[in-house]
């Protein structure tokens, strides 16, 4: 996930991402509690509902992990645009991991929006999926 971007904001921003990334995949994903925003929002392709809360993110990204064994979550095509206080943050993902005795490759995009609180970034939404039917 190593990337350089030319303005200092957009550097931060991207190393919050590739280490909340590190927490769920191969760390802590409680972790994630230092960069998911208290009121933050996700939309997954495996929920119907929106998860509203850094709770409810949490407990979604931590049962993932918990469910499967990552043998990679590999990271391209950066993309991170500052606005002030807010930014986006868009890239594309490939992953492996075995789950239910299967060993499951999968790619798609992710899609990030965080804002500057406090002096540090926090996520306040995330929707990502995969890569549709070719």
Known sequence: MEHTFPEPAQQQVWET?????????????????????PRMVAITPVDRERRLGAERCIAGWKGFREATHIHRFDVTEPVVEVFGE????????????????????????????LVREAGRWWVVADQFSPYPPS
């Not at 890239?91 to 499951?104: A, L, P, R, V």
């Open 86 to 113: 807010a930014a986006v943050v868009s890239y594309y993902y490939d992953m492996s991991f075995d789950m239910n005795g299967q060993t499951i490759n999968t790619g798609g995009r992710d899609l990030f929006f």
């Open 17 to 37: 991402v590739v280490a909340l990334n590190a927490a769920w995949t191969f760390g802590d994903p409680d972790a994630l509690s230092e960069y998911f925003h």
